[in-house]
């Protein structure tokens, strides 16, 4: 079972977006993507459509943003917050069935939501599909596995760490991405670490969220209350003793349909 943006998880998500996590990731994004007036652009897996705004700024009037995601909820949230752009059209589907023609696209791009996709495969060939010849793919996922908080005690730390795997389908997506990419015809594939660590754990940090899904997700793997509450405080703890941390490595990798 993954996680449901659906449910109170995607309110968590948003407010991870609008940290200063999500404003470095769609920067990245952004100064990679070579976008022109008059692209057509979609966002895979939009969420509440963060990245929407400013790709609908840089491709003016005459371009097109797709933004794609099968959540309702989210789609509702990115809605709301792109009301004012009149280029920018939502589809609600999975990542395999973006209903688009084929070659119609300049870039396609999506931030941290393959690792999502049970099967990543078909959602890769529609993004090569719906590709021009020497469009461009940017995609930002995190390696899981280096998603993590120090300061709790270690078997509970553990147990919290291991119930969160199975949140996502693909734990290193950025490990496998080149290679399935290249099999697709891309090319000058090229993967950039957009890692991060933070070592306080104030209101309104990637920190507090990430901990707050974490320990939710738990709760839904079977660990108790206590244990999850007991996590919480412990992690307060090394926080007060200046002994806190956490530490993401989302990459970006970006390449070109040959
Ligand atoms: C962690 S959120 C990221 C949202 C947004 N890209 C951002 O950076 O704020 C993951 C998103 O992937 C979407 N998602 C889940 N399964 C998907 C699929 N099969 N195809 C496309 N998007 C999917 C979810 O609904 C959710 O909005």
Redesign the pocket.
Known sequence: MGVD?DSDL?KL??L??ESIA?TT?RNAILNEMQIQAGDTIV??????G??LTHLAKAVGDSGTIYG????EA?LEQARKRCSEFENIKYIEK???DSQLETDSCHSVT????LE??PDVEP?LDEIARILKPGGAFVNVSILWDHFKFHGAEEQLNGKVHEAFRAHCSHQMLPMELPGKLERRGFESVKDRSLAFVITRRDNNSPARYSEAVMANFALTQGLSLEEVSDWKSQLEKADQQGRFGFTSFPVLTSAYLS
């Open positions: 943006f995607g998500q948003r991870m977006a999500g990731r966002d895979i897996g939009c969420g509440a963060h990245l794609l995601d099968p959540s989210q999975n990542a395999d999506s931030t941290q939501a999502y996709v959602a």
